[in-house]
Protein backbone atom coordinates (compact mmCIF):
# COMPACT_ATOMS: atom_id res chain seq x y z
CA UNK A 1 0.00 0.00 0.00
CA UNK A 2 1.39 3.31 -0.99
CA UNK A 3 2.33 5.24 1.63
CA UNK A 4 0.32 8.70 2.55
CA UNK A 5 2.64 11.74 2.11
CA UNK A 6 3.02 13.89 5.56
CA UNK A 7 1.26 16.37 3.50
CA UNK A 8 -2.06 14.16 2.64
CA UNK A 9 -1.90 12.94 6.50
CA UNK A 10 -2.24 16.05 7.59
CA UNK A 11 -4.20 17.71 5.30
CA UNK A 12 -6.83 20.66 5.55
CA UNK A 13 -10.11 20.29 5.46
CA UNK A 14 -12.17 23.44 4.45
CA UNK A 15 -12.62 25.95 7.56
CA UNK A 16 -16.08 26.82 9.31
CA UNK A 17 -17.59 30.49 9.94
CA UNK A 18 -15.29 33.06 9.81
CA UNK A 19 -14.87 35.99 12.81
CA UNK A 20 -12.57 36.32 15.39
CA UNK A 21 -11.39 32.66 15.83
CA UNK A 22 -10.51 32.18 11.94
CA UNK A 23 -7.28 34.62 13.21
CA UNK A 24 -6.96 32.69 16.21
CA UNK A 25 -3.78 30.24 15.42
CA UNK A 26 -3.32 27.13 17.01
CA UNK A 27 -0.28 24.72 17.05
CA UNK A 28 -0.13 20.94 17.90
CA UNK A 29 2.63 18.87 18.02
CA UNK A 30 2.58 15.98 15.49
CA UNK A 31 3.61 13.62 18.13
CA UNK A 32 2.10 10.58 19.71
CA UNK A 33 -1.59 10.00 19.29
CA UNK A 34 -1.95 13.12 17.08
CA UNK A 35 -0.84 10.36 14.43
CA UNK A 36 -3.51 8.41 15.21
CA UNK A 37 -6.11 10.91 15.92
CA UNK A 38 -5.06 13.76 14.08
CA UNK A 39 -8.31 14.15 11.40
CA UNK A 40 -10.55 14.50 13.70
CA UNK A 41 -8.64 18.11 15.28
CA UNK A 42 -8.62 19.20 11.63
CA UNK A 43 -12.09 18.41 11.56
CA UNK A 44 -13.33 19.76 14.79
CA UNK A 45 -11.29 22.96 14.91
CA UNK A 46 -12.44 23.63 10.89
CA UNK A 47 -16.06 23.22 12.34
CA UNK A 48 -15.14 26.12 15.22
CA UNK A 49 -14.05 28.30 12.83
CA UNK A 50 -10.55 27.83 13.06
CA UNK A 51 -9.32 28.99 9.41
CA UNK A 52 -7.02 25.96 8.34
CA UNK A 53 -3.84 27.73 7.58
CA UNK A 54 -3.33 28.76 11.26
CA UNK A 55 -4.22 25.11 12.90
CA UNK A 56 -0.09 24.36 12.76
CA UNK A 57 1.46 21.17 13.14
CA UNK A 58 5.20 20.71 13.84
CA UNK A 59 7.38 18.86 11.82
CA UNK A 60 8.37 15.53 11.49
CA UNK A 61 10.63 14.34 14.06
CA UNK A 62 14.49 15.23 13.28
CA UNK A 63 17.38 15.18 15.12
CA UNK A 64 17.71 18.95 14.10
CA UNK A 65 14.73 19.49 15.06
CA UNK A 66 16.02 18.68 19.16
CA UNK A 67 19.18 20.45 18.90
CA UNK A 68 17.45 23.53 17.33
CA UNK A 69 14.44 24.02 19.12
CA UNK A 70 14.59 21.42 22.58
CA UNK A 71 17.92 21.24 23.62
CA UNK A 72 18.17 22.15 27.40
CA UNK A 73 14.75 21.52 27.66
CA UNK A 74 14.36 17.58 28.44
CA UNK A 75 12.50 15.64 31.21
CA UNK A 76 13.91 12.46 32.56
CA UNK A 77 11.88 9.66 30.06
CA UNK A 78 13.59 6.66 28.83
CA UNK A 79 10.69 6.56 26.06
CA UNK A 80 12.55 8.26 22.73
CA UNK A 81 8.89 9.20 21.44
CA UNK A 82 7.71 11.06 24.45
CA UNK A 83 11.56 12.88 25.42
CA UNK A 84 11.51 14.12 21.08
CA UNK A 85 8.94 16.30 21.67
CA UNK A 86 10.92 18.88 23.42
CA UNK A 87 11.56 19.71 20.36
CA UNK A 88 8.21 19.57 18.68
CA UNK A 89 7.18 22.04 21.29
CA UNK A 90 10.11 24.08 21.06
CA UNK A 91 9.29 24.49 17.41
CA UNK A 92 6.12 25.69 17.90
CA UNK A 93 7.03 28.08 20.50
CA UNK A 94 10.19 29.48 18.77
CA UNK A 95 10.56 28.69 15.21
CA UNK A 96 7.25 30.43 13.85
CA UNK A 97 7.22 33.34 11.81
CA UNK A 98 3.67 34.26 12.92
CA UNK A 99 3.29 34.05 16.86
CA UNK A 100 0.80 31.32 18.02
CA UNK A 101 -1.79 32.00 20.55
CA UNK A 102 -2.71 28.42 21.78
CA UNK A 103 -0.11 25.81 22.08
CA UNK A 104 -2.96 22.52 22.39
CA UNK A 105 -1.50 18.98 23.37
CA UNK A 106 -3.69 16.75 24.62
CA UNK A 107 -3.66 13.98 27.22
CA UNK A 108 -5.31 10.75 26.04
CA UNK A 109 -6.42 8.87 28.65
CA UNK A 110 -8.38 6.64 26.19
CA UNK A 111 -8.37 6.62 22.56
CA UNK A 112 -10.81 5.20 20.25
CA UNK A 113 -10.44 1.55 18.57
CA UNK A 114 -12.41 -0.69 16.12
CA UNK A 115 -11.59 -3.53 18.54
CA UNK A 116 -14.23 -1.69 21.04
CA UNK A 117 -16.53 -4.42 22.21
CA UNK A 118 -14.42 -7.22 21.68
CA UNK A 119 -11.60 -6.23 24.16
CA UNK A 120 -12.08 -5.07 27.59
CA UNK A 121 -10.59 -1.30 27.63
CA UNK A 122 -8.99 0.77 25.33
CA UNK A 123 -6.64 2.79 27.38
CA UNK A 124 -3.67 4.87 26.09
CA UNK A 125 0.04 4.00 27.23
CA UNK A 126 0.63 5.58 30.70
CA UNK A 127 3.68 7.86 29.14
CA UNK A 128 1.47 9.00 26.01
CA UNK A 129 -0.99 10.03 28.26
CA UNK A 130 1.70 11.65 31.00
CA UNK A 131 4.04 13.37 27.97
CA UNK A 132 2.16 16.47 27.34
CA UNK A 133 2.66 17.00 31.32
CA UNK A 134 6.16 15.88 31.40
CA UNK A 135 7.62 18.24 28.68
CA UNK A 136 5.80 20.77 29.85
CA UNK A 137 7.49 21.28 32.95
CA UNK A 138 11.05 21.49 30.66
CA UNK A 139 9.65 24.88 29.32
CA UNK A 140 8.68 26.02 32.43
CA UNK A 141 11.61 24.75 34.65
CA UNK A 142 13.56 27.93 34.92
CA UNK A 143 11.11 29.89 33.60
CA UNK A 144 7.09 30.51 32.01
CA UNK A 145 8.29 30.36 28.56
CA UNK A 146 4.84 30.32 27.08
CA UNK A 147 3.76 33.42 28.83
CA UNK A 148 6.72 35.31 28.51
CA UNK A 149 5.66 34.60 24.02
CA UNK A 150 1.91 35.47 24.97
CA UNK A 151 0.82 31.47 24.05
CA UNK A 152 -1.90 30.01 26.22
CA UNK A 153 -0.51 25.97 26.59
CA UNK A 154 -4.11 23.94 26.54
CA UNK A 155 -3.87 19.97 27.62
CA UNK A 156 -7.28 18.75 27.85
CA UNK A 157 -7.05 15.01 29.47
CA UNK A 158 -9.53 13.30 27.08
CA UNK A 159 -11.34 10.10 27.28
CA UNK A 160 -11.07 9.50 23.58
CA UNK A 161 -12.66 5.57 23.72
CA UNK A 162 -15.36 7.25 25.15
CA UNK A 163 -16.94 10.16 22.58
CA UNK A 164 -19.63 10.85 24.51
CA UNK A 165 -17.25 12.63 27.32
CA UNK A 166 -15.13 14.39 25.07
CA UNK A 167 -17.28 17.36 23.79
CA UNK A 168 -17.12 18.09 27.72
CA UNK A 169 -13.54 18.10 28.32
CA UNK A 170 -12.74 19.54 25.35
CA UNK A 171 -15.30 22.63 26.34
CA UNK A 172 -14.22 23.02 29.66
CA UNK A 173 -10.07 23.46 28.30
CA UNK A 174 -11.23 25.33 25.22
CA UNK A 175 -13.81 27.94 26.54
CA UNK A 176 -11.31 30.12 28.22
CA UNK A 177 -9.33 30.52 24.41
CA UNK A 178 -11.97 30.11 21.56
CA UNK A 179 -14.34 33.57 21.81
CA UNK A 180 -17.59 32.70 22.85
CA UNK A 181 -17.34 28.77 22.71
CA UNK A 182 -20.54 26.89 24.16
CA UNK A 183 -21.00 23.58 24.61
CA UNK A 184 -23.69 22.82 21.82
CA UNK A 185 -21.28 24.17 19.84
CA UNK A 186 -18.59 22.40 21.00
CA UNK A 187 -20.81 18.85 20.65
CA UNK A 188 -21.59 19.96 17.12
CA UNK A 189 -17.60 20.60 15.92
CA UNK A 190 -16.93 17.31 17.74
CA UNK A 191 -19.36 15.20 15.85
CA UNK A 192 -17.88 16.86 12.48
CA UNK A 193 -14.33 15.47 14.24
CA UNK A 194 -15.57 12.12 14.87
CA UNK A 195 -16.98 11.88 11.16
CA UNK A 196 -13.63 12.94 9.58
CA UNK A 197 -11.80 10.55 11.55
CA UNK A 198 -13.96 7.32 10.41
CA UNK A 199 -14.17 8.72 7.13
CA UNK A 200 -10.24 8.95 7.06
CA UNK A 201 -9.44 5.03 8.49
CA UNK A 202 -12.53 3.90 6.48
CA UNK A 203 -10.96 5.65 3.47
CA UNK A 204 -7.27 3.45 4.49
CA UNK A 205 -9.32 0.44 5.05
CA UNK A 206 -10.34 0.31 1.48
CA UNK A 207 -6.67 0.99 0.11
CA UNK A 208 -5.70 -1.68 2.34
CA UNK A 209 -8.15 -3.92 1.17
CA UNK A 210 -7.53 -2.82 -2.74
CA UNK A 211 -3.77 -4.11 -2.14
CA UNK A 212 -4.60 -7.24 -0.95
CA UNK A 213 -7.06 -7.57 -3.75
CA UNK A 214 -4.28 -7.07 -6.32
CA UNK A 215 -1.72 -9.05 -4.65
CA UNK A 216 -5.03 -12.10 -4.61
CA UNK A 217 -4.67 -11.44 -8.24
CA UNK A 218 -0.99 -11.88 -9.11
CA UNK A 219 -0.45 -14.73 -6.33
CA UNK A 220 1.92 -11.76 -5.23
CA UNK A 221 3.04 -10.78 -1.53
CA UNK A 222 3.39 -7.96 0.66
CA UNK A 223 4.70 -7.23 3.95
CA UNK A 224 2.88 -6.12 7.13
CA UNK A 225 4.11 -3.59 9.58
CA UNK A 226 3.37 -3.69 12.97
CA UNK A 227 3.58 -0.55 15.19
CA UNK A 228 2.57 2.06 16.78
CA UNK A 229 0.83 4.89 14.85
CA UNK A 230 3.87 7.27 15.89
CA UNK A 231 6.09 4.69 13.95
CA UNK A 232 5.11 6.27 10.92
CA UNK A 233 7.02 9.26 11.38
CA UNK A 234 10.26 9.43 9.78
CA UNK A 235 12.16 10.14 12.67
CA UNK A 236 10.69 7.71 14.83
CA UNK A 237 10.65 4.32 12.46
CA UNK A 238 13.40 5.39 10.57
CA UNK A 239 11.72 4.85 7.11
CA UNK A 240 11.90 0.91 7.12
CA UNK A 241 8.83 0.59 5.29
CA UNK A 242 9.66 2.63 2.89
CA UNK A 243 13.32 0.82 2.21
CA UNK A 244 11.20 -2.40 2.02
CA UNK A 245 8.69 -0.87 -0.03
CA UNK A 246 11.06 0.39 -2.53
CA UNK A 247 12.19 -3.39 -3.55
CA UNK A 248 8.30 -3.58 -4.87
CA UNK A 249 6.82 -4.57 -2.23
CA UNK A 250 3.33 -3.72 -0.72
CA UNK A 251 3.13 -2.27 2.71
CA UNK A 252 0.19 -2.52 4.61
CA UNK A 253 -0.15 -1.08 8.54
CA UNK A 254 -1.69 -3.31 10.97
CA UNK A 255 -4.60 -0.44 12.30
CA UNK A 256 -5.66 0.12 8.82
CA UNK A 257 -6.31 -3.79 7.85
CA UNK A 258 -9.92 -4.32 6.17
CA UNK A 259 -12.34 -5.71 8.41
CA UNK A 260 -15.45 -6.13 5.99
CA UNK A 261 -18.12 -8.75 7.50
CA UNK A 262 -16.95 -11.58 4.81
CA UNK A 263 -13.48 -11.14 4.95
CA UNK A 264 -13.95 -11.67 8.77
CA UNK A 265 -16.37 -14.37 8.34
CA UNK A 266 -13.87 -16.13 5.55
CA UNK A 267 -11.09 -15.78 8.02
CA UNK A 268 -12.53 -16.14 11.77
CA UNK A 269 -15.46 -18.06 11.23
CA UNK A 270 -14.37 -21.58 11.48
CA UNK A 271 -13.02 -20.56 15.01
CA UNK A 272 -16.14 -18.41 16.28
CA UNK A 273 -17.79 -21.54 15.36
CA UNK A 274 -15.86 -24.08 17.62
CA UNK A 275 -16.24 -21.38 20.36
CA UNK A 276 -12.49 -20.56 20.37
CA UNK A 277 -13.35 -16.89 20.29
CA UNK A 278 -16.48 -14.60 20.61
CA UNK A 279 -16.10 -12.36 17.39
CA UNK A 280 -13.78 -11.91 14.35
CA UNK A 281 -12.21 -9.47 16.76
CA UNK A 282 -11.31 -11.41 19.77
CA UNK A 283 -8.03 -11.65 21.15
CA UNK A 284 -8.47 -13.47 24.03
CA UNK A 285 -7.30 -16.53 22.85
CA UNK A 286 -3.87 -14.72 22.93
CA UNK A 287 -4.02 -11.87 24.75
CA UNK A 288 -6.11 -11.82 27.81
CA UNK A 289 -5.14 -9.17 29.54
CA UNK A 290 -6.81 -6.51 26.85
CA UNK A 291 -6.44 -3.33 28.09
CA UNK A 292 -4.08 -0.73 25.92
CA UNK A 293 -5.47 -0.08 22.85
CA UNK A 294 -2.52 -0.16 20.42
CA UNK A 295 -1.25 -3.53 22.10
CA UNK A 296 -4.80 -5.05 21.15
CA UNK A 297 -4.44 -4.38 17.86
CA UNK A 298 -1.03 -5.34 17.48
CA UNK A 299 -2.07 -8.41 18.44
CA UNK A 300 -5.19 -8.90 16.33
CA UNK A 301 -2.75 -7.67 13.32
CA UNK A 302 -1.02 -10.28 14.22
CA UNK A 303 -3.55 -12.85 13.83
CA UNK A 304 -4.89 -11.69 10.89
CA UNK A 305 -1.48 -11.81 9.21
CA UNK A 306 -1.09 -15.54 10.33
CA UNK A 307 -4.47 -16.29 8.07
CA UNK A 308 -4.02 -14.00 5.07
CA UNK A 309 -2.06 -15.76 2.48
CA UNK A 310 -0.66 -12.81 0.85
CA UNK A 311 1.17 -11.44 3.87
CA UNK A 312 4.53 -13.26 3.37
CA UNK A 313 6.41 -11.21 6.19
CA UNK A 314 5.76 -9.12 9.29
CA UNK A 315 7.64 -6.46 10.18
CA UNK A 316 7.89 -5.26 13.82
CA UNK A 317 8.83 -2.00 14.97
CA UNK A 318 9.34 -0.97 18.50
CA UNK A 319 11.05 2.26 20.56
CA UNK A 320 13.90 1.79 22.87
CA UNK A 321 12.65 0.05 26.14
CA UNK A 322 8.72 0.48 25.07
CA UNK A 323 7.40 -0.92 28.49
CA UNK A 324 4.03 -1.78 26.86
CA UNK A 325 5.80 -3.10 23.59
CA UNK A 326 8.26 -6.03 25.87
CA UNK A 327 5.51 -8.10 27.12
CA UNK A 328 4.03 -8.73 23.33
CA UNK A 329 7.40 -9.70 21.46
CA UNK A 330 6.89 -13.20 21.83
CA UNK A 331 3.28 -13.78 21.44
CA UNK A 332 2.80 -11.64 18.33
CA UNK A 333 6.13 -13.46 16.59
CA UNK A 334 4.87 -16.85 17.56
CA UNK A 335 1.45 -16.08 15.79
CA UNK A 336 3.06 -15.21 13.13
CA UNK A 337 5.92 -17.37 12.62
CA UNK A 338 3.41 -20.43 13.47
CA UNK A 339 1.76 -20.05 10.52
CA UNK A 340 4.76 -19.95 8.22
CA UNK A 341 5.12 -16.09 7.68
CA UNK A 342 8.37 -14.57 7.80
CA UNK A 343 8.77 -12.73 11.14
CA UNK A 344 11.34 -9.76 11.38
CA UNK A 345 11.72 -7.30 14.45
CA UNK A 346 13.39 -3.83 14.62
CA UNK A 347 13.85 -3.45 18.33
CA UNK A 348 15.02 -0.90 20.37
CA UNK A 349 15.03 1.19 17.38
CA UNK A 350 16.52 3.72 19.05
CA UNK A 351 19.59 2.70 21.18
CA UNK A 352 22.18 3.16 19.13
CA UNK A 353 22.22 4.80 15.18
CA UNK A 354 20.80 2.36 13.33
CA UNK A 355 20.56 3.47 9.91
CA UNK A 356 23.48 1.29 8.59
CA UNK A 357 22.21 -1.65 10.32
CA UNK A 358 18.76 -0.85 8.77
CA UNK A 359 20.07 -1.05 5.14
CA UNK A 360 21.82 -4.26 5.89
CA UNK A 361 18.79 -5.88 7.55
CA UNK A 362 16.81 -4.40 4.19
CA UNK A 363 18.64 -6.55 2.07
CA UNK A 364 18.40 -9.49 4.10
CA UNK A 365 14.29 -9.10 4.12
CA UNK A 366 14.38 -8.85 0.49
CA UNK A 367 16.37 -11.86 -0.05
CA UNK A 368 13.68 -13.82 2.21
CA UNK A 369 10.98 -12.33 0.50
CA UNK A 370 11.32 -13.25 -2.88
CA UNK A 371 12.95 -16.96 -2.35
CA UNK A 372 10.23 -17.94 0.21
CA UNK A 373 7.14 -16.00 -0.34
CA UNK A 374 5.86 -18.52 -3.33
CA UNK A 375 5.81 -21.14 -0.55
CA UNK A 376 4.27 -18.86 1.74
CA UNK A 377 1.11 -17.93 -0.24
CA UNK A 378 0.52 -21.57 -1.12
CA UNK A 379 0.75 -23.16 2.02
CA UNK A 380 -1.44 -20.44 3.34
CA UNK A 381 -3.68 -21.35 0.70
CA UNK A 382 -4.34 -24.79 1.95
CA UNK A 383 -4.53 -23.95 5.06
CA UNK A 384 -7.70 -21.21 5.23
CA UNK A 385 -9.05 -23.01 1.58
CA UNK A 386 -11.26 -21.67 -0.31
CA UNK A 387 -13.90 -18.55 -1.16
CA UNK A 388 -11.48 -15.66 0.47
CA UNK A 389 -13.61 -12.48 -0.88
CA UNK A 390 -10.50 -10.49 -2.15
CA UNK A 391 -10.71 -13.87 -4.65
CA UNK A 392 -14.14 -13.73 -5.64
CA UNK A 393 -14.34 -9.65 -5.57
CA UNK A 394 -11.06 -10.55 -8.24
CA UNK A 395 -13.32 -12.94 -10.45
CA UNK A 396 -15.93 -10.23 -10.69
CA UNK A 397 -13.84 -7.70 -11.52
CA UNK A 398 -12.40 -9.85 -14.43
Not at 20 to 44: C, E, K
Not at 95 to 109: A, E, I, N, W, Y
Not at 141 to 160: A, H, M, N, Q, T
Not at 232 to 253: C, K, R
Request: hydrophobic share 45%.
Amino acid sequence: MPIPTLANWFARLRSGPSGDRAQLRIGIPRTLAIWSTHQFWLGFFAALGIAPRNLVFSSPTSEAQYHHFGRGRGTVDCCYPVKCMAGHYGELVFGQKRRLDVLFSPMFHSIPSFLDGAVKTSLSCPRVMAAPENIKAGFLKERDVFGERGIRYVSPLLDFGEPALVPGQLHAALAEVIPGLTLAETTRAAAIGWAALQRFDAGLRAESAAVLGACARRDAPCILVLARPYHMDPGIGHEIEGELQAYGYPILWGQYLPIEPALMAWMFGAEMQRGDIASPFDIADVWPSSYSANTNELLWAAKFAARMPWITCVIRLTSYECGMDQPTFSPVQEIVERSGTLFFAFQELDATKAAGSIKIRVETIAHYLEHASGDIIRQKRRLMGAGCPLEDATSQAA
